[in-house]
């Protein structure tokens, strides 16, 4: 059943659509997506990447929009890949982080999110969110994509991978940024009523 408030989602990643959808599917927000390769700057802070993507998202879709950047920060090896995630998984993928991370001694690292909306007008909003857990010794699991089967988050004995998007749902960056947007839309769609 189609939610009551519609928003857009920019992406190329189906899989981070799928698990957004679901999130707002519980604030009765229903989640459209665009397809679009958007053009991401470089910089070392997802919050400015995410913003530029939101910016040429609007000039595209001409809507309010949503779009989010992700990556994981690896402490030993001082937060590579980080906003180089997308590039890394294409090229060293998951086995090569297990290589870099022989002989470390640290394993910690961090999801972060930040999800940008710009509504109907370009102005942009940030909400972001955050998991730290450990990069585990080996591959372990088939749900979702990226570095997923190679994270697990604190508190938990399974990586992402061995997760459905339900349950990954209930405690991703990703989920936490979504949820934090989804509060302040509901809140803004309430003060126009
Ligand atoms: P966009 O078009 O939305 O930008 P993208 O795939 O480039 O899609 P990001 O820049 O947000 O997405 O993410 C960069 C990469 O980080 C992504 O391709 C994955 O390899 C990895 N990644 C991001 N979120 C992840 C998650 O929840 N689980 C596992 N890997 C993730």
């Not at 390769?37 to 990447?49: H, Y």
């Not at 086995?95 to 942009?124: H, M, P, Q, Y």
């Not at 004995?157 to 960056?173: C, Q």
């Amino acid at each position: 059943m189609p939610g009551r408030f519609r928003i857009y989602f920019v992406s190329s990643n189906e899989h981070k659509f799928r698990e957004i959808k679901l999130v707002l599917m519980e604030y009765n927000i229903s989640a459209i997506r665009r397809k679009a390769d958007l053009k991401e700057i470089q910089s070392l802070d997802l919050e400015d990447i995410a913003r530029e993507k939101a910016f040429s998202a609007h000039e595209i879709v001409k809507k309010s929009i949503i779009v989010e950047d992700a990556g994981l920060f690896i402490d030993a090896l001082g937060g590579f890949p980080g906003p180089y995630s997308s590039f890394v998984q294409q090229t060293i993928g998951c086995e090569g982080i297990l290589t870099l991370l022989r002989n470390k001694l640290s394993r910690k690292a961090t999801f972060k999110s930040a999800l940008v909306c710009a509504d109907r007008n370009g102005k942009l909003l940030t909400f972001l969110g955050g998991v730290t857990g450990t990069i585990s010794q080996d591959l372990c699991g088939d749900h979702g994509f990226g570095f997923d089967p190679i994270f697990i988050p604190d508190g938990h004995r399974d990586t992402y991978a061995l997760m459905l998007d339900a349950e990954k749902n209930l405690i991703s960056h990703r989920a936490i940024a979504t949820r934090k947007f989804a509060d302040w839309f509901l809140k803004r769609q309430r003060t126009k009523e």
